[in-house]
Structures are given as structure tokens and as C-alpha cells.
């Protein structure tokens, strides 16, 4: 679904002005999102000046037409298992919430308070500054809207992370193979996300890409690898849900059906970090077996 952007004589000039000055692209989006544009209206017009500048194109004086996520999305039943407890590899998972629109369920007890110092121990070594996909070049760069620390584990890389993979494959109700790399995180003291989907924008040429090769990302697992003293909570804000970390806990979402389309209800950021730090841990599914580039 397409949809206009009005764009005022004042926003072009501060894009154009900020964009002469050398300020990163997703420096720009996260200061729109500070001033309420949605996420999508964010990227989509920053992305525009950037590909009009590097193609020599001509924007339109008063408007962009971008594809909007829309609100077209039919729910369908849950991919995870119903029930207030959920077996995934030998392990009883409680279900303590469960949302219908978008799918969202809170669970209990996914790992182990020694399973989740492992996994912290495994990863520090290996933290480097948080980095997203370039939409223009395709290649990773550090993310202005995440200011966290982060890594990847290969699929399979260690008899813990193998076990890992199983579990949260079977929790989340999909083939293990298409499942993306497990992914660390680290938030210090103040630092959060700003709101954000997920699912790949297919608008983006590297997204484009990429689910070409393994399909749309399907749904997300987080799951709380340490207690945190004060803040760091999961927050829905289409839907006013605020999900506080808890060690071993997790929260579970999804945001694509079965015939493609995108929930924008699934919007969601990560609240500041008040006291403390906060690990987590992130599974996303795919809806084909996941290929790396």
C-alpha cells in the first residue's frame, strides 16, 4: 500500500542541510522519530534524499509517495503452541501473557539462571558496537538508534548454543533451520532503542535481498539474560504493553502471516536503561531456511 508525505519547505531544508554536513542517515531517521514521524515515514524519506543524491534524480517540491506497512494485516492463529505451559525440547515453559493483536505472549523460565550466565560469559568477549544494514550499500554499519553493544553466535556454534537453537525453535513453532544466528546484546546505563519493526522493510534493496534468499523474518524472541535494577522494559506502544525483564524470561512476537503480510502493530522499543544493565538474547525466524549473505 503507498502511501503520500507531505513535506514542508522547513523538513527538506534541515535534511538537506544536516545531509551537507555529513550526519549519518540514521542519525537523521532517529531525530524524526524523536519528533514523532512514524518509524517507516522516518526511513522512507531520509532513504529517498539519499538515493536521489547519489542517482542524480529529482524529488517532488511538496511530497513522497512511499509504501506504507498499512493496516491490511489479517491475524491468524498463533505459529506458537496454545496452552498455559508449552514443551519445547524437554523444558515446560510457562505462559504468564498472551495478546492476540499482534501476537504477543510473555513467557517464564525459557532458560536457566545458569544458561544465562553462560551465554553472557560466551558473548562478552565478543561485544562490538550494535550495527544494522545500510539499506543503500547493503553493508553493516553501526546503528545511531541502538546504542548497545552486541554479537552473533553461528547457528549450532557450541553444544549450549546448539541446545539453544532447539529449544527456541520449537518454542517459537518454527523449523530450526530458519532460524537466524543468535544475537547478544548489551545495554548500559541510559542507553535504549528507539521504536522500530522487526520484519524487513521490503522497500530496502538489501532487504530485498536478503528475503529473497530466506523469506520475510517472521517473528522475534527476547529473552532477559540478567535482572535488571531499573528500567529496560519491551514496550508495545500501538497496543500501551510494557514488558519488564526478568532473568530467563522472554517475550515472543510476531508480525508476518502465512500470506505475507506485515503487522504494523508490532512496533516496539527498548526503554531506557535507569539502574544497571541489561542483557538479552534475540531469536528471529524466518519463513524459509535461513541463508547468510
Known sequence: MSAIVKLSSELRTWIDHNLNRGCAPAQLVESMVEQRFEPWVAAGVIDAFVVARNTGATLAEDSLTLEAPGDTYESEPPRMASGNVIQADGR????????????????????SAEECDQLVALARPRLAPSTVVDPRTGLDRVAAHRSSEGMFFFPRETPLIAALDRRLAQLMGSPEAHGEGLQVLRYGPGTTSTPHFDFLIPSNPASRQSIARSGQRISSLVVYLNEVASGGET???EVGLSVCPK???AVYFEYCNRRGQLDP???????????????AATKWMRQQPFVSA
Open 235 to 237: 514496550e508495545f506502544p
Open 247 to 249: 532473568k530467563g524470561h
Open 265 to 279: 502493530r508490532s512496533l516496539h522499543t527498548g526503554g531506557p536503561v535507569l539502574a544497571g544493565e541489561k542483557w
Open 92 to 111: 515446560a515453559v510457562p505462559v504468564l501473557l498472551r495478546l492476540a493483536r499482534p501476537v504477543i505472549a510473555v513467557l517464564g523460565e525459557v532458560l
